[in-house]
């Protein structure tokens, strides 16, 4: 394709009701693989148009942009009266400037949708020389699709350029027909067309490309069809009639679908995390059963990790190399580092950094942050909180509103008891090097110092100092530990760290049993 700097107006429909999707939501606002129908219309447009500006995300959607000079771009979207709702769908705005929102009030059909965004695109500074037609509930439509059909229309010169398809058994597309010389001859809608047409298996996209002064003033022309709509369709017979030099792209039916109800939205779904996982498939990510995982558009996975069976990766997902995640993982705007395993588990988001693992069972949820190499094994829980590195949190426990210090250990049915009486959220912060024994209870606000040792069963009411050995119920500090020296070797400094909490645990023991005989008398 010869560069071109014409400016090009994109117009994307998105005032229709979707009766037929029977929902509250409107049509264009339906998401799928996380993002909202008319967002991938949108984006494929940007990247068809602006490949400079577009996100290297963009390549890994397929939107290869083959070093292509940019256009000058003006987005016009055409909603209903549902406009907030589906502006409130779109978290994507095109870097070349957000697009203008047209009101159409009432939906008077594709040709009259077209009208009301009109006056706002003439009027611009740089009025556009080019008119692109999208329709929002087209999410299939590909970038590289949207350039080869400005590319023949430049090219050709046409007045108006649409792209069609090829359909086994199309349904409620609109047919082409064609002269007995294959030339256009116009669209007949399905429920207009006659049981010839309908057999006809070319059928309109809804992709067009238009001169914008035949455009603007050919609108006027159109008339209403008996159900009171302005077809836009009605406008290639137009140019029929007057001559008007017209040109068509042939596409794929699968890329230019229009998802008009959840069958077909759930069609659309399945097409595009089929070219999601290929692409991440082909940039050497693992992805045992690409039947049973769901990725959504716009999650980056690095190379050599693998994806195992049942997962569910969503929303700002980045996923570093090496990783395994799955089975059966749920992962949502979360970020993971190199190395890392998630294994059968939820995270959300939350941060696991380098070599940090959670799982089986497990549930990361927001603000969780594991520092490298933290380590959260089955049935755990960790919320609005830090565990520091190589923290080990086997099994069973709760850690929330807390930061845990570097390698502390977490021993099972360990619970931070955030939330109290006065229905507050409470912090707790434990040190570095801190053993909180099994089945032991923080109430917040608690602070237990580094090297502190607290013994199973407690319940930590009051502060810990660092070293501190603490017990019972409520526990109370029993005694002091020494830290071993820095320069004592490794080997010495564990044999030390084992005696002192030998020495606790049976100490604790017998106090803990006096404890337990007071509280049942
Ligand atoms: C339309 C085409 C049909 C084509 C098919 C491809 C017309 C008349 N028909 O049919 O030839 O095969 O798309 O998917 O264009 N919209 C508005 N305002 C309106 C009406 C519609 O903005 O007043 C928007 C809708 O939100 C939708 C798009 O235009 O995004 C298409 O409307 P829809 O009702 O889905 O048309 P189809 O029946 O699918
Ligand atoms: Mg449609």
């Known amino acids: 394709m010869r560069p071109v700097r014409r400016p090009v107006g994109v117009v994307i429909l998105a005032a229709g009701k979707g009766t037929r999707m029977r929902s509250r939501l409107p049509k264009v606002a339906h998401q799928v693989v996380g993002r909202a129908m008319l967002e991938h219309v949108l984006r494929a447009a940007n990247a068809a148009l602006a490949p400079a500006t577009e996100s290297p995300s963009a390549d890994a959607e397929g939107d290869s942009t083959g070093g292509q000079t940019a256009y000058a771009i003006a987005y016009a979207i055409v909603v209903g009266h549902e406009r907030e709702q589906v502006r409130e769908a779109i978290h994507f705005t095109p870097p070349t400037g957000a697009p203008h929102w047209i009101l159409q009030e009432p939906q008077l059909g594709t040709g009259d949708a077209v009208r009301a965004a009109r006056a706002t695109l003439t009027s611009l500074p740089t009025p556009p020389a080019t008119i692109l037609v999208l329709y929002g509930d087209t999410p299939l439509v590909r970038a590289e699709t949207l350039r080869a059909l400005l590319a023949e229309h430049e090219h050709t010169n046409a ?51 238009f001169q914008a002064d035949w455009l603007w003033s050919r609108l006027d022309r159109l008339g209403p069809h008996e159900n009171g709509e302005y077809y836009l369709t009605d406008l290639i017979e137009v140019a029929v009639r007057e001559g008007a030099p017209l040109a068509t792209v042939s596409g794929s039916i699968e890329e230019t679908g229009g998802v008009n109800d959840r069958v077909q939205l759930a069609e659309a779904a399945r097409v595009l995390r089929e ?41 700002a997902t980045l996923i570093g190399e090496r990783c395994v995640i799955g089975p059966q993982s749920v992962i949502r705007d979360s970020q993971i580092g190199d190395d890392c395993l998630a294994l ?93 024994g099994s089945d032991s209870q923080l109430v917040a606000p608690i602070t237990v110092g580094d090297y502190a040792m607290i013994g199973g069963g407690s319940v930590v009411r009051r502060d810990v100092p660092p070293g501190g050995v603490a017990v019972g119920i409520p526990a109370r500090v029993i005694k002091h530990r020494q830290k071993p020296e820095a320069e004592q070797p490794a080997e010495q400094a564990q044999d030390a760290h084992e005696a002192a909490a030998q020495d606790t645990i049976e100490g604790m023991n017998a106090t803990d049993r006096t404890a337990m005989d007071r509280a049942r008398e």
Request: glycine share 10%; net charge negative.
């Open 159 to 209: 007045t108006l350029t649409f792209l069609t398809g090829i359909a086994d058994r199309p349904t409620d597309y609109g047919r082409v027909i064609r002269d007995e010389r294959g030339r256009i001859a116009g669209i007949v809608e399905a429920r207009h067309a006659t049981v010839e047409q309908l057999a006809l298996p070319e059928v309109n996209s809804g992709i067009y490309c």
């Open 344 to 436: 059968a588990s939820w995270v959300e988001e939350a941060v696991m950094e380098p070599r940090s693992r959670v799982g089986p069972m497990s549930h990361l949820r927001p603000g969780a942050r594991l520092t490298s190499g933290a380590n959260v094994g089955n049935f755990a829980e960790v919320k609005n909180a830090m565990l520091g590195a190589d923290v080990q949190m086997h099994h069973f426990s709760y850690v929330g509103d807390a930061s845990i210090g570097a390698r502390t250990n977490v021993a099972a049915g360990v619970i931070t008891s955030n939330f109290s009486a006065d229905g507050k959220k409470y912090r707790t912060e434990v040190g570095e090097d801190v053993f909180l």
């Open 275 to 315: 070219r999601i996982l290929r692409d991440l498939m082909l940039s050497g990510v693992t992805i045992e059963d690409p039947a049973t995982t769901y990725i959504d558009a716009g999650v980056r996975v690095g190379q050599d990790t693998i994806i195992r069976p049942g997962t569910t990766i969503s929303g």
